[in-house]
């Protein structure tokens, strides 16, 4: 008999683990405290009830620690999607509360319980992990520092005609910025315009540090990848911060079991853009809007990169231009075509940095 199957709707202050068993029927739910212990007695009641397997939504956010502890407790744990949970809770027509999603969540994975693994990194790679935290606070520090760049281009436009007199209108906000040292802060003007000149002259230190902080994360990573033993920077167009981007979001490679799911989960599997074209292959596509975006985005930053640089590149576009294809057809197609090629060389990666480890044992 298929043992039961667990699920967990994970908060910021608590969890809530349900229990259903091989037919999808309810054994039992119970809420814990998002803590060291509360992990303990949720692990106490899954194994009471004989649970070898376990499903848990939002396993990169909420619900990190707790899929960590269940992995450290020998549980099989899954990555549930939430659409797959809230399939479950519509086709009962069920209200939506922990309870109800967390046995959703179990209902989901014993509906399909070749779900891939949980999406938590210290689970799949401390190495991935370190990389995502240096990548989180590089990503941090460069939406703080464009914000406040915003904020200067409006302060600029609104400094007094005899401070904007010694600048120019054009190049970028930066440029502009450092131009700002070589006015003499006592310049006769307005109050308003004295205490935004001041302000803004103090910015420019501010903004120099930030760009040394965030040069420094970039040559990090670098070294964290060169450690990873990586090859995605070998991609034309894929540089640290791209190759880091997919090593994170992407976590285990292996949960792709073929080029086609990768395709579909970043968003450039092909969409027909028609529904009533019967079983032939579509004649037209369509933009995914669905996907991991910013996987896509590195792609289609590494697509324009090779149309640049890489005559094998520049061969495929002008290809499928005379096949017909629009100028964005072409461009999701070749991006179809480095999707494969990414997911090739995280399988090989995947292989080989194993590999010790299997000639070990």
């Known amino acids: 008999m298929t043992p039961p199957v667990g699920g967990i709707d994970p908060h910021q202050d608590t969890f809530t683990a349900g229990i259903v068993d091989h037919r999808g029927v309810e054994i039992t739910h119970e809420t814990f405290d998002n803590t060291a212990a509360g992990y303990g007695e949720a692990i106490d009641l899954l194994d009471a009830h004989a649970v070898c397997q376990v499903g848990v939504e939002g ?58 693994p949980v999406q938590t990194l210290e689970v799949y790679d401390p190495a991935v992990a370190e990389i995502e935290a240096v990548l989180e606070h590089r990503r941090a520090l460069v939406a703080a520092r464009t914000l406040g760049l915003h904020h200067v281009a409006d302060q600029i436009s609104k400094l007094p005609t005899e401070i904007r007199d010694q600048l120019t209108t054009n190049g970028k906000i930066e440029a502009r910025l450092r131009r700002l040292e070589h006015i003499d802060p006592d310049t006769d003007t307005t109050p308003a315009g004295k205490y935004r000149l001041e302000w803004l002259q103090a910015f420019i230190g501010q903004d120099r540090t ?101 005559p094998q590149a520049i061969a495929y576009l002008a290809k499928k231009a005379t096949e017909g294809k629009t100028r964005r057809e072409a461009r999701r197609a070749h991006k179809r075509q480095l999707a494969n090629r990414v997911i090739r060389r995280m399988w090989r990666d995947e292989q080989t940095r194993n590999q010790p480890f299997a000639l070990a044992a």
Request: proline content about 4%.
């Open 59 to 116: 396993s990169a956010k909420w619900g990190a620690h707790v899929a960590i502890a269940l992995t450290a407790a020998g549980f099989d744990a899954r990555e549930v999607p939430a659409s797959r949970s809230a399939a479950q809770r519509r086709s009962r027509q069920l209200g939506k509360t922990d309870a109800v999603d967390a046995v959703a969540s179990a209902r989901a994975l014993l509906a399909e319980p070749t779900l891939g």
């Open 210 to 310: 930030a760009r040394r902080e965030i040069r420094r994360l970039e040559r990090l990573i670098d070294e964290l990848l060169d450690r990873h033993g990586t090859t995605l920077r070998d991609e034309p167009g894929i540089g640290p911060i791209s190759a880091a981007t997919l090593l994170c979001e992407v976590g285990d490679p292996t949960r792709f079991d073929r080029e086609s799911k990768f395709a579909r989960w970043c968003g450039t599997g092909a969409v027909a853009l028609s529904s009533g074209e019967g079983a032939a292959n579509p004649v037209k596509h369509r933009l995914d809007f669905r996907g991991n975006r910013r996987i896509n985005s590195v792609l289609h930053v590494a697509s324009v990169t090779q149309q640049r640089t890489q």
